[in-house]
């Protein structure tokens, strides 16, 4: 490829990032407006016009947003970073009482991302309605799928991992065994390694800032890394945040794991050495031995464990040294009010049944609903206070809204 055909990206992405920023931060207009300029620029680039579609949505224009998602599907009928909007569009046809076509997007956007359970669902809800038993039963196959796929053992989890297009591909692992150490120089993640499909610069940027928050974080509650022997992120994907302690490696014993075997098989082969990673599976168990790690994290993953949550919590203690610290994120009061503040979508999610609106007026303990996870602090109380100490609480420290956490063992538990 020729510089020629690489010169007009950067602009573009430059672009790109700063209208999502400006989204994150509701500034629809200002992003609407920068998004316009570069479609005029550049009318079949897929992410200014994706981002397009949220901004309108943002402003309250559905309208508009969904004729930029037709627009986008003609260009992009069957990609997969089209499955967003799809499902938007599925959305916003749901609530204009168009079912039909809410359908049609719904099961197209649920087929281009078969592992979103509540995708699937959304379809599946919108197909019996509408008294069409053919796509309930495809949903009720994907749906028993993947609550299959979430118990397998290692082994078929690796082999579902390792399928494309109904093949089973062939793999091998080729560790990075000279290269830098240097986090920044090693290789960004590819777009379908990424967890939400960001461009690579904010892939990095975010993983970098939120490591220097943690690290702040946990050095206020006392941690000395001359203490520390050995590093866990549970529920690392493809090491966002861990690459980011790769100056710390140097004899230290650092691991990343996951559920996601092709994102711990590109970590594996892009960053290892210095790092290590393993496969795990959704059982609450870790291949580690007793008060193994002087330090644990898990950025984003209690928010989404549900029945579950204290068997892991009970199963990362038990990899915890005695000396050691442990830091989680979870959405709690503090998350909420951030959400409502924002009119954020989560929140929106939640007025739509009497348990949410619950969640909403504080009227709860202990939420769990479409892969989302809220708890009051009195709640982490009662949860962990028989076997962890608090050492440390950080109102919205990731991400903007999650709350952080930090534990060590209770003396005497």
């Known amino acids: 490829m020729t510089k020629s055909h ?3 990206a950067r602009p573009i992405q430059q672009a790109v990032e700063q209208s999502r920023r400006l989204i994150e931060e ?8 920068l998004l316009d300029e570069q479609l005029v620029r550049w009318p079949k680039s897929f992410w200014p016009r994706h981002l397009r579609v949220i901004a309108l949505e943002g402003l309250e224009r559905p309208a508009e947003a969904l004729a930029d998602c037709r627009e ?20 916003l046809l749901v609530a204009a009482g168009e079912k039909a076509e809410a359908l049609d997007f719904g099961m197209k956007a649920a087929r281009l991302k078969p592992d979103r359970r ?10 019996a309605e509408r008294g069409r038993a053919d796509l309930v039963a495809e949903c009720d196959v994907a749906l028993k799928k993947i609550s299959r796929a979430s118990a397998a053992p290692l082994p078929q989890m690796l082999f579902a991992a390792s399928q494309r297009g109904g093949e089973r591909r062939e793999f091998a692992i080729h560790p990075q065994l000279h290269a830098s150490q240097d986090p920044a120089t090693r290789p960004a993640p590819p777009a379908d390694a990424m967890q939400y499909g960001e461009q690579a610069a904010r892939h990095l940027e975010s993983g970098k800032a939120d490591v220097d928050a943690l690290l702040g974080m946990i050095a206020s509650c006392g941690f000395d890394w001359a203490q520390c022997k050995r590093v866990l992120e549970f529920g690392c994907a493809n090491a966002r945040l861990l ?12 691991w990343g794991v996951d559920i996601q075997a092709d994102k711990i098989l590109w970590a594996s082969e892009n960053l290892s050495p210095p790092l290590n990673f393993a496969t795990t599976t959704t059982v609450p168990h870790l291949p580690f031995a007793d008060g193994h790690f002087d330090l644990i994290f898990a950025g984003s993953i209690f928010t989404h464990i549900g029945e579950l949550h204290t068997a892991w919590l009970l199963e990362l203690r038990r990899v915890l040294s005695p000396r050691g610290l442990m830091y989680i994120t979870l959405h709690d009061e503090d998350t909420l009010t951030w959400l409502k503040a924002r009119s954020h979508a989560r929140a929106k999610a939640l ?3 009497p348990e949410g609106r619950r969640v909403l007026d504080g009227s709860f303990d202990y939420f769990c609903a479409n892969n989302q996870v809220f708890m009051t602090q ?15 609480r950080f109102p919205n420290a990731y991400a903007g809204l999650q709350t952080a956490y930090v534990f060590k063992h209770k003396t005497g538990a």
Do not use: C
């Not at 690459?243 to 650092?254: F, N, S, V």
């Open 6 to 8: 690489i010169a007009p």
């Open 26 to 33: 509701r500034h629809f207009n200002e992003a609407l407006a």
């Open 72 to 91: 986008l599907f003609a260009l992009y009928p069957d990609a997969a970073n089209t499955a967003a909007s799809y499902h938007t569009a599925h959305r």
């Open 118 to 127: 509540d995708w699937w669902q959304s379809a599946r809800d919108i197909a």
């Open 243 to 254: 690459r980011w302690l790769m100056p710390y490696a140097e004899g230290r014993e650092m």
């Open 351 to 353: 007025e739509h049944s």
């Open 378 to 392: 009195a709640y982490v109380k009662f949860w962990t206070s028989s076997f962890l100490e608090l050492v440390g």
